[in-house]
């Protein structure tokens, strides 16, 4: 029996999981190790921060998911990763061995990177900040707001489109939900009340989608009097204004910001990223200097953006690739990825984005719809009902195809 430990519970960890679970027994063991109890669904988190929803339904316990399902779980955090020994240890000094490794780490939200962040600024990017973000919110009488992504810095040794931000759906999300729940749910006015304005580290805003995204979201922003500033590099964040690289400030009595992405300490103490600690792989997901690591999702040096439906569609190729050095018959997906996602604009309102342009393809849709909220309601709940498992493969190929029709 080979000896398989998968590195982070979260999207890609999980979904690797269960491509690969029907082997447990028959010709391996799995041992999946995570420094949380409940893996972090992150794509309900405006939810949380914007409606008040509860957290509940962003969590996935995984202790008695993945034993009941055959595999073995350990909560603790990885500190040391030894590749040429095949062994990892964890932080109570406990040492595992492996055969095979997947590392599906996920990046690490750098919030200490932003000067001020820590006493004024905000953010959505994990279930505290969601929380704390949402008892803000309710209280904001009016003001300035300000939102956007710090930027981020990536290693060269693959290549991948170096984007200035790790993904701004985020950011969409944010400033047109923020802006109907003051106006819908708090019945403040814009000209009056409050004033939302929007910051990128790039030169254009969504950088990783072609024109048709881009033009239905300049459309919204317009229409909700939302103010883009291009070429913002994030340096603080002071009681009441945000600074940049170029010397410029703006009054800001909300700061909401996507912090900086960063590799967990662990890659990096442990030699086998990149020059910022991201692993370098093939387009197989397999570690460019060790045969027996894979790797996939936001770890990746590969994925970019820094996107759930990419750390997918690598878990799955990560998975394959693993099975085929089992001597398992299964074909290896290509590593073909695209920008899919939903984002949220408040009430029944969202788009649904699918573009590949940033891969040289020609597919660059947006869709604006209730629908596209009703798929994301769809998926969302698809995921914290079957404990974190993906649809299936032909529910998710079916959906990529009505979109590219549209
Ligand atoms: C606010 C927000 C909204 C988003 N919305 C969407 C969306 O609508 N659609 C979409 O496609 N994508 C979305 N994304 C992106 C998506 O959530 C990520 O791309 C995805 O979670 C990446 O999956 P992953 O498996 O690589 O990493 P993660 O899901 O981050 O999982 C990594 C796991 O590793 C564990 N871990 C980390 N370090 C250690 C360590 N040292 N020891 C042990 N365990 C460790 C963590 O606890 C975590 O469980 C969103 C992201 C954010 C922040």
């Known amino acids: 029996m080979k000896k398989v430990v998968i590195l982070g519970a979260g999207f890609s960890g999980l979904h690797a999981f269960y491509k690969i679970r029907h082997l447990i027994g028959k010709k391996i063991d799995v041992t999946v190790i995570d420094k949380r109890s409940h893996s972090l669904l992150k794509p309900s988190l405006a939810e949380v921060a914007f409606e008040g929803a509860a957290i509940s339904h962003s969590l996935v316990e995984l202790e008695h998911t993945l034993t009941s399902r055959g ?40 919030y200490d990177a932003v000067k001020g962040f820590k006493e004024y600024g905000y953010s959505v990017c994990d279930d505290r ?45 944010i400033m047109f939900m923020l802006d109907y729940y003051l106006r819908e749910d708090k019945h403040l006015t814009r000209e009056k009340d409050y004033k939302v304005d929007v910051f990128t580290p790039g030169e254009i805003f969504f950088e990783d989608v072609g024109d048709r995204p881009r033009e239905l979201i300049g459309k919204y922003m317009q229409a909700r009097k939302i103010d883009l500033h291009n070429n913002k590099v994030l340096t603080e964040i002071g009681k ?40 370098p792989t093939d387009t197989q997901m397999r570690h460019l200097d060790f045969d027996n690591i894979f790797a996939a999702g936001d770890i990746t040096a590969l994925a970019q953006p820094k996107l759930g439906h990419v750390a997918i569609i690598q878990g799955a190729i990560a998975a394959a690739s693993l099975m085929r050095d089992l001597g398992e018959d299964v074909e290896i997906p290509p590593h073909d ?36 909220k009703m798929m994301k309601w769809g998926f969302d709940s698809y995921l914290y009902y079957n404990k974190g498992h993906m649809p299936p493969d032909l529910a998710l190929e079916m959906t990529d195809k009505l979109v590219k029709l549209v």
């Open 71 to 110: 595999a073995a779980f350990i909560q603790d955090e990885v500190v040391k990763i030894d590749a040429k020994a095949n062994s990892l240890t964890l932080s109570s000094g406990e040492r595992v061995g492996y055969d095979y490794l997947l590392i599906t780490l996920g990046a690490v939200k750098d």
């Open 129 to 173: 900040q969601a929380q704390r973000l949402w008892e803000k919110v309710k209280t904001f009488e009016g003001g300035k707001i300000v939102t956007g992504a710090a930027k981020s810095r990536w290693g060269t040794r693959v290549d991948a489109p170096p984007l200035s931000a790790p993904c701004e759906g985020p950011i969409g999300e």
């Open 240 to 279: 009441d204004f945000i600074a940049f690289e170029d010397g410029t400030t703006m009054k800001c009595d909300l700061a909401v910001i996507i912090p900086p992405y960063s590799a967990p300490q662990v890659l990096k103490d442990s030699n086998i990223g990149d020059e910022k600690g991201f692993i």
């Open 337 to 372: 990825l695209e920008v899919f996602c939903i984002m949220n604009m408040g009430g029944h309102d969202a788009a649904m984005i699918v573009s590949n342009v940033l891969y040289d393809g020609k597919i660059d849709k947006a869709v604006y719809s209730p629908i596209s």
